[in-house]
């Protein structure tokens, strides 16, 4: 750590408070879960890190912020992963790329001054997901860095990362709800475990029906042929029977004197 910071291991960083409610519990398992099980990282096999409701200590003597989850690309878990829930950002090198806070109450200040710390912090997306509307600002807003503030996007793809965020009706743990969910660029779900099981098995069984489509195909193909080679055989035959009539005839006719032209 370096000298302005005080020790580590004398710095308060959980107060035991648990996620506010089950869906933001729930929700930040999906943000995270996914992540480790479908995300590619921006190229390059590029490592990451994706921790839920963590301290992020990003300045000596200021009190840490706490996301409910974080994305910090180029970095590793730290090899004793029983030191306190934190990310400092003297130890990994560098603020996380995403922050997510999910607004459960107005006491949160989603909207007003964790604007300016995140900003401080130098965290390049903020966003924040209102799932019940609270701020009435709409349930999903996404901000970007530029220079020392953020800027509204327009759009919740975030180039940076090469990650997309997409507002997604269904069910997660038995729960049917609006979820918040990482996406691609084209809008295509970054599926958690259960998901690219499921997706697994559909490929197989596409793969499997596709394969006895093509089997009945080729079955087809040769019964195809051999009916037209029976067809052919059929046609000589004829030709021969044919042949065979005109060259009785033909003896027929020179017996009686005539030559057949």
């Known amino acids: 750590m370096p000298p302005s910071w005080p020790d580590i291991k004398s710095i308060v960083t959980e107060d035991e408070d648990p996620a ?9 398992r999906l943000l995270t879960e996914s ?17 839920a409701n963590v301290g992020l200590f990003y300045a000596p003597h200021k009190p840490p912020l706490v996301p409910d989850v974080l994305l910090s690309l180029d970095v590793q878990m730290p090899d004793d992963i029983w030191e306190k829930r934190s990310y400092f950002v003297p130890i990994y090198g560098k603020p996380p790329e995403v922050v997510i806070e999910v607004v459960s109450n107005l006491k949160g200040k989603e909207g007003g001054t964790k604007l300016l710390d995140y900003a401080s912090a130098g965290v390049r997306y903020y966003v924040i997901f209102d799932p019940e509307n609270q701020l009435k600002q709409g349930m999903l807003r996404v901000y970007e860095l530029q220079t020392s503030s953020y800027v509204l996007k327009s759009d919740f793809w975030m180039a940076g990362v090469k990650l997309g965020l997409s507002l997604w009706k269904g069910s ?14 084209n809008d295509k779900l970054i599926l958690v475990g259960q998901e690219a099981t499921k997706r697994e098995k559909n490929t197989k069984e596409q793969a499997l029906v596709q394969l006895e489509q093509e089997r009945q195909r080729a079955k087809q193909e040769r019964q195809r042929a051999e009916q037209e080679r029976q067809r052919a055989e059929q046609e000589r035959q004829r030709a021969e029977q044919e042949r065979q009539r005109a060259e009785h005839l033909a003896a027929k006719l ?8």
């Open 20 to 28: 506010p409610n089950i869906f933001s519990e729930k929700q930040q």
């Open 35 to 51: 992540l480790y099980n479908s995300y590619e990282s921006p190229g390059q096999s590029r490592s990451f890190v994706a921790m």
């Open 172 to 185: 997660y743990e038995n729960r049917h709800e609006t979820w918040l969910r990482w996406c691609d660029q």
């Open 254 to 261: 020179r017996a009686l004197g005539i030559e057949p032209d």
